[in-house]
């Protein structure tokens, strides 16, 4: 007994040898032992000509890491592109919450981590194919893949509810990103073809061999013909670009400065912005001041100074009682932009010390440096003292401290009682209409979010000299759509950055594109095709070229084969006594003899 489990322990050796002799050893354990956690070549076994790269449970879980690579895929985009929003979706959490936390790169952290730990999944499982290994995945992984699945169905799910408008951003995204996307997509299919191409030829079925071949052509085919129906403004005709787009401040310079503060309409107006953005309130003794929120808590110190108040509407409190409060502080110690650290320790004093500014105080910093005012209009709750003469109110000051051709006009109540009185204000609407109706109002410009950009429609406005300007740009990409797009303005917290751009990131003739769709189909279909004729070539023992030395079924590459299979059927044999000895020969030792099962 003690032979025969020393022979059999010696076998074992041998095949695992023999088992390292036809594979590189190094690559192959890195791939399976980080993909299934077979780190020893006995533990993993390779895929045999016709037979299926894996079980049904190791299949589907593949199946399923391929859906979750494609859904963290969309998510992770659809959430990167959304940059554009994350300080409204910082806030709004704030104004749920009740604390300021950044919320949205912490989404976005995470989202690219899961997304690259599939992504190295699925490397992983396409080299083990390529490599010609039969698919194992670690319960681990498994795990980890059903998570990263739960994760981007549930946030894509709630973010969606909560903010659908960004699925608009995402399209228009697409103006811009799918000429890339279709190089990287054509990209991938080609690497994809090494392997499915091993195992096609492998296939002892013409079933599944039809199935297999038939879906990666209609896929590839999809994505060779996708370039008919994409649409860019950024593609068009050499000189046919208008100028760029002006930059208006929303609330001034809210990256480089406290928002809605003189300090920040002075850092836009040195950034280089055109136009000044800001929110009005009319407080309770009728002054006119700058405050975007409904209540003091986000922007103010109000909790500290009136901690009672933190929740009344902003324009119950009298002028004396906003000039107590600190409009600075908060910017440094919440840091929604992650700038603070980049201004001197001059501009960290000087925003330390920022007041809720007046309307008047505004106007004058716009009077000065010849720039465009354009500002919402909040009403007074109900029985406030100036809930019905705020427009008034408010035009009067606008009269006294600023040229009214320099202010876009933008509440729409008695827009036409204040056309009489001062019919130089620029009117503006916040909404779409017809021309006929926009001419009607006097309407000169539209004030519009960037989601309803339209190359279209900016153009049939422009032809009757109705301006659009788009809200809120702060990413280099939207602002390049824009400027394709014809838009004369936009409004952005980047003004600084945006300032800097002096063409379009992204523009190409339709000749250049039309170069980089055929390329790109042409080359990808051309290695197609050769990776596919190596692995027919190949599987057949067939020769390369006339006259070369014939690689046929008795040739070295059927003879790796033929030993490989050799030495997997090792692993079916058995060990038994010889039972034609007997216990009284001599010369007839009790050894083993191996035999197939």
């Not at 899961?114 to 699925?122: C, E, M, R």
């Not at 005012?373 to 109900?382: A, E, G, I, K, W």
């Not at 406005?461 to 390049?480: F, G, H, K, M």
């Not at 800097?500 to 250049?512: A, D, V």
Request: proline share 5%; glycine share 4%; aromatic share 12%.
């Amino acid at each position: 007994m003690p032979v025969t489990r020393l022979k059999l322990g010696k076998l074992k050796v041998v095949r695992r040898q023999l088992l390292q002799r036809y594979e590189h050893q190094p690559f192959v354990s890195c791939l399976a032992g980080l993909y299934g956690c077979q780190w020893r070549r006995y533990q993993r076994a390779r895929a045999q000509p016709g037979e299926c790269c894996c079980s049904k449970v190791e299949c589907g879980s593949f199946g399923l890491l391929i859906l979750t690579f494609f859904l963290s895929f969309v998510f992770l985009y659809f959430w990167s592109e959304a940059q554009n929003d994350y300080h409204d979706f910082d806030w709004f959490n704030f104004g749920t919450l009740g604390f300021w936390f950044p919320w949205s790169l912490v989404l976005l952290v995470v989202a690219a981590a899961l997304f690259t730990y599939i992504a190295l999944l699925l490397v992983l499982a396409v080299c083990l194919l390529s490599e010609g290994q039969r698919l194992y995945l670690h319960w681990s992984h498994k795990t980890g893949i059903v998570v990263t699945l739960a994760f981007s169905i549930t946030a894509t799910a709630i973010l969606s509810d909560l903010w659908s408008k960004e699925w608009k951003t995402l399209l228009l995204s697409l103006q811009v990103t799918a000429p890339f996307l279709h190089l990287a997509a054509v990209s991938l299919m080609a690497i994809l073809s090494w392997p499915i191409a091993l195992h096609f030829f492998r296939m002892n079925k013409k079933v599944r061999q039809v199935v297999v071949l038939g879906l990666y052509l209609s896929m590839l085919f999809c994505l060779y013909l996708v370039p008919l129906g994409m649409y860019s403004p950024c593609i068009k005709e050499a000189g046919t670009l208008g100028p760029a787009p002006k930059l208006i401040g929303h609330r001034g310079a809210p990256m480089l400065a406290p928002e809605n503060t003189v300090m920040s309409f002075e850092k836009a107006v040195e950034a280089g912005g055109e136009g000044l953005e800001t929110d009005v309130t009319i407080s309770y003794d009728g002054v006119p001041f700058l405050m975007h929120d409904s209540t003091l808590r986000r922007t103010t110190n109000v909790a500290e100074v009136f901690p009672n108040r933190t929740h009344l509407d902003a324009s119950m409190f009298t002028w004396a009682e906003l000039q107590q409060l600190n409009a600075g502080d908060w910017f440094l110690l919440r840091d929604p932009f992650g700038t603070v650290s980049s201004l001197s320790e001059v501009d960290r004093s000087h925003a330390q010390n920022q007041s809720v500014p007046s309307l008047a105080q505004f106007l004058e910093v716009a009077a000065r440096s010849g720039r465009l005012v354009l500002f919402d209009l909040h009403r007074p709750p109900y029985g406030h003292p100036y809930s019905q003469s705020y427009i008034n109110t408010t035009l009067q000051v606008v009269q006294a401290h600023i040229n009214s051709s320099q202010v876009l006009w933008l509440p729409s109540e008695d827009r036409e009682a204040v056309q009489a009185v001062d019919p130089e204000l620029q009117q503006t609407s916040g909404e779409k209409a017809s021309i006929q109706e926009l001419t009607d109002n006097h309407i000169s410009r539209l004030n519009l979010h960037y989601s309803s950009m339209s190359q279209q429609q900016i153009s049939k406005y422009q032809s009757v000299n109705i301006s659009t300007n788009l809200y809120v740009i702060s990413q280099p990409w939207l602002y390049t759509l824009a400027w394709c797009a014809g838009a004369q303005s936009v409004t952005t917290n980047s003004i600084h950055i945006l300032s800097n751009i002096n063409k379009p990131l992204f523009l190409m003739t339709p000749e250049e594109y039309s170069l980089m769709w055929i390329l790109t189909d042409a080359v990808s279909a051309f290695l197609i095709i050769a990776v596919f004729i190596f692995h027919w070539w190949r599987e057949r023992g067939l020769p390369f070229w006339s006259g070369s030395r014939q690689t046929h079924e008795n040739g070295p590459y059927s003879k790796f084969r033929t030993e490989l299979s050799d030495v997997w059927s090792i692993s079916s044999v058995s060990v038994r006594p010889d039972l034609r000895s007997t216990p009284s020969s001599p010369s007839a030792p009790h050894l083993p003899t191996i035999t197939e099962e």
